[in-house]
């Protein structure tokens, strides 16, 4: 079955950085778009930002344009969200998916890993 897990998150201050991965299993890592979502206590899911299988193509949300960097190695089925100059309203539970709809798609993916945890405090 398909498994993502994500690692890499934890608390950290205002304008910090960390960085998330998120390794796959069960599926053909290099035919799907990756893509990280967050959802933070009491509000939507939101997505963050995706990337094409090539990784030649991206999209990120308005929110985290010129912050978060993705990337990816197919090699390692393994997908990566540098976030930079983080914020409180940052925080939330970020979650990787994968799935085979263009880039450009920030409906609901195939497949969820359970989310890893990023608190940045003021």
């Known amino acids: 079955q398909v498994q993502l897990a994500e690692s890499g998150g934890g608390l950290v201050q205002a304008g910090g950085s960390l960085r998330l991965s998120c390794t796959a299993s069960?599926?053909?890592?290099?035919?799907?778009?990756m893509g990280w979502f967050r959802q933070a206590p009491g509000k939507e899911r939101e997505f963050v930002v995706a990337?094409?299988?090539?990784?030649?193509?991206?999209k990120y949300g308005d929110s985290v344009k010129g912050r978060f960097v993705i990337s990816r190695d197919n090699a390692k089925n393994t997908v990566y969200l540098q976030m930079n100059s983080l914020k409180p309203e940052d925080t939330a539970v970020y979650y990787c998916?994968?799935?085979?709809?263009?880039?450009?798609?920030?409906?609901?993916?195939?497949?969820w890993g359970q989310g890893t945890q990023v608190t940045v405090s003021s």
């Open positions: 069960g599926l053909t890592f290099s035919r799907y778009v």
């Open positions: 998916a994968a799935d085979l709809s263009p880039v450009d798609y920030i409906g609901s993916y195939s497949y």
């Open positions: 990337i094409h299988w090539s990784g030649g193509r991206t």
